[in-house]
Nanobody
Framework: QLQLVESGGGLVQPGGSLRLSCEAS????????IGWFRQVPGKEREGVSC????????KYADSVKGRFTISRDNAKNTVYLQMNSLKAADTAVYYC????????????????WGRGTQVTVSS
């Protein structure tokens, strides 16, 4: 069964850091671009970052550039999102999603989705 599972969310103070993980089971991530997305209740889901299958190309939303870093370890079938200098505006449910191609179209098209992990930035 094809599955993506996010982990690493939680409550953090403004200025703090979290690292999210997206682990795949039932298929290998090696050949696919992976995107991170986030959604706040009542708002549309937005793309945060995307990484190509090889990891050689990454893209970021303007709102997270310089603060977030996406990476992948294909040997572990896992993609990461390192989030630094977190702000209250980063509070959302974060989802990872796999595309069916190796490159990022925009911030990712999201064909196969995880269930999300909550990130709350608050003092």
């Amino acid at each position: 069964q094809l599955q993506l599972v996010e982990s690493g969310g939680g409550l953090v103070q403004p200025g703090g850091s979290l690292r999210l993980s997206c682990e795949a089971s039932g298929f290998t991530l090696d050949y696919y671009a992976i995107g991170w997305f986030r959604q706040v209740p009542g708002k549309e889901r937005e793309g945060v970052s995307c990484i190509s299958s090889s990891g050689g190309s990454t893209k970021y939303a303007d709102s997270v550039k310089g603060r977030f870093t996406i990476s992948r370890d294909n040997a572990k079938n896992t993609v990461y999102l390192q989030m630094n200098s977190l702000k209250a505006a980063d509070t959302a449910v974060y989802y990872c999603a796999a595309d069916t191609v190796a490159v990022c179209y925009g911030l990712g098209r999201g064909r196969y989705w995880g269930r999300g992990t909550q990130v709350t930035v608050s003092s």
